[in-house]
């Protein structure tokens, strides 16, 4: 077995050499075809060669391939058996900088030998410096109704509570708007309680994903996630992405916030038009809601970090009290969610990054003309989160365990799309090389689906 390891392995570096000389395929007229065969090892094989540890003492909740990851370096991962992984999960779109960056370690290796965890009983370091930076680029490009490259207005602010996850920020933003509204009634009202302030609900959209507590899971709209633990929190109303008709309707004076994702990760990578967005933060000013945007999960490179910006105007509502963690904001999370968003948005980084999105947008486009039987007509998603619609809801998790037999991780993403999330710092030669594994195992696909 060793020995067919390291032959696929070498096979798969060879080809690779291949694609940096230029002599790859172009998808532009006819698909790869290299990749026809698996180069790694098949899944009934890999079983066998996991040590117990892997699963005994762990609860099912995953369907985990059946190999173990050990190291990785960039946007590549090895098993404990040698074999090689282009690696174009990023952890669940979280690794910025792809695996074992040495500058973020060095970060990391300076910061735990210094001071790792306080509480928020104290100040610290980076908590303060990271918030900063957070406010700092949101008003350079344009957030929160700052005009783009604003850095010296000041008629507006903007301040940040830390968390240590995604689910664990709209846990706080639920209650950060629910409290907003209930303190302004109050100022307009001072002998009203609580408890008589009607401005209570929310509204979130059909596919969205939020996270999987109670509060997250009632937002979350998939009944595969939410059946199993109704009911759940009351109050959460369900609109349609980039249903404008409906826009008024829904969000209504009881209406305490509206949350939603610009671009749908877990739901199928459906992106929110603008002028929609435009319409519903026109609305929820109309009626004082609170509008939650869920994005942005690499902020320290996939150590655990959440946060939560609230407008200037809306953070003296969030008093002493009113919310808390133990972990989130610690020195370490915050050291980390600094160095990583510092190179994100240098123009350097940025650069990159739209020159090899412009790239894969390339390779991408034209697999629905050269699968239409396959694949919806439009490639899914936005910049470097982006994806491909299946006509067949069962072809996706095809794909990913395809393109895996031959080297390349991805994810599904909703009911019927793969997730293509390659690192930031991804290079032109590893999409190339991720584009032709997927084009051979859509040939393979095809072939499959006229043979039922």
């Excluded at 700052?146 to 996850?165: H, L, Q």
């Excluded at 959209?205 to 595969?224: C, D, E, V, W, Y």
């Excluded at 009113?322 to 999370?333: C, E, I, R, V």
């Amino acid at each position: 077995m060793a020995s067919t390891l390291r032959t696929s392995n070498t096979q798969l570096l060879a080809r690779r050499r291949v694609f940096n000389a230029g002599l790859r395929y172009s998808s532009t007229k006819t698909p790869c075809t290299t990749y026809l065969k698996p180069t790694h090892i098949a899944a009934a094989d890999a079983a066998s060669t996991l040590p117990a540890t892997a699963t005994e003492n762990i609860i099912d909740t995953y369907a985990r391939p059946p190999f173990v990851l050990s190291h990785g370096k960039g946007s590549w991962l090895w098993t404990k058996n040698g074999q090689k992984y282009l690696d174009f999960s990023s952890g669940i779109a979280v690794n910025a900088l792809g695996h074992a960056d040495e500058e973020f370690a060095n970060a990391m290796n300076e910061q735990v030998r210094k001071i790792s965890h306080t509480s928020n009983v104290f100040h610290n370091e980076w908590a303060g410096q990271l918030a900063t930076l957070i406010v700092e680029t949101t008003k350079k490009e344009g957030g929160l109704g700052w005009v783009p490259g604003s850095t010296s207005d000041t008629s507006k602010t903007a301040k940040v509570f830390f968390s240590n996850s995604g689910t664990e920020a709209n846990e706080g933003a639920f209650k950060f708007a629910r409290k907003i509204a209930k303190e302004k009634y109050l100022a307009s009202n001072p002998s009203a309680s609580y408890a008589d302030c009607n401005q209570i609900k929310f509204v979130c959209f059909a596919n969205a994903f939020h996270g999987r507590s109670m509060g997250a899971l009632s937002a979350t709209s998939n009944p595969k996630y939410q059946k199993p633990f109704e009911p759940l929190i009351p109050g959460f109303n369900v609109g349609e992405l980039n249903d404008y008709a409906g826009v008024e309707k829904m969000i209504d004076a009881d209406t305490c916030a509206v949350v939603v994702e610009p671009v749908q990760g877990e739901g199928g990578l459906a992106v929110c038009e603008e002028a929609w967005l435009r319409m519903l933060r026109k609305r929820c000013d109309e009626v004082g809601a609170v509008l939650i945007f869920d994005e942005i999960q690499p902020l320290a490179n996939g150590y655990p970090i959440g946060a939560i910006m609230v407008r200037g105007e809306f953070a003296p509502y969030i008093t002493v009290g009113s919310h808390g963690t133990t972990f989130g904001g610690s020195p370490l999370a915050t050291r980390l969610g600094h160095h990583v968003l510092s190179r994100l948005s240098s123009p350097a980084f940025i650069s990159h990054m739209r020159d090899v999105s412009s790239h894969l947008a390339s390779r991408l486009q034209p697999l629905p003309s050269l699968f239409p039987t396959l694949l919806h007509p439009s490639i899914r998603g936005k910049g470097l989160l982006t994806g491909l619609g299946f006509q067949d809801p069962t072809h996706p998790g095809r794909l990913v365990q395809l393109a895996r037999e031959r080297g390349v991780l991805m994810l599904t993403a909703g009911k019927d799309a793969v997730r293509i999330v390659p690192s930031l710092n991804a290079e032109k030669d590893e999409v190339d090389l991720a584009v032709d594994v997927i084009e051979s195992c859509l040939v393979v696909l095809k072939e499959e689906a006229a043979s039922k």
